[in-house]
């Protein structure tokens, strides 16, 4: 799991987040509640595995969100390795979609 910290609100945060992952392909739903959930999937094809990613966003106060990454990858012989690699990445691609934002 990784993590980003964002200084935005919340609701905010799971629009832009929600619309980052649609952008690149990922199909998304979204749970409603005080600390929102967003699934993101990606089928696979015979070159890549399918993906699944998981936002878990939680605000810290009214103007900082917590966003936690983590990837889920169905493959054999099970290693971390590849999702750590997409986590990483998609941190780096919130921290890239939220450029005028005061990243903490």
Sequence with gaps: METALLGCALPLVAIQLENMMSRNGYETTVSEGPNPIIVAFKH?????????IVLQLSPLNEEVTRVDVTAIIQHEPQTNLEEEVIEEK???????????????
């Design 44 to 52: 696979g094809n015979w070159l890549r595995r399918a993906q699944q």
């Design 90 to 104: 998609i941190v780096s691609a919130i921290y890239r979609d939220f450029p005028d934002e005061t990243n903490t």
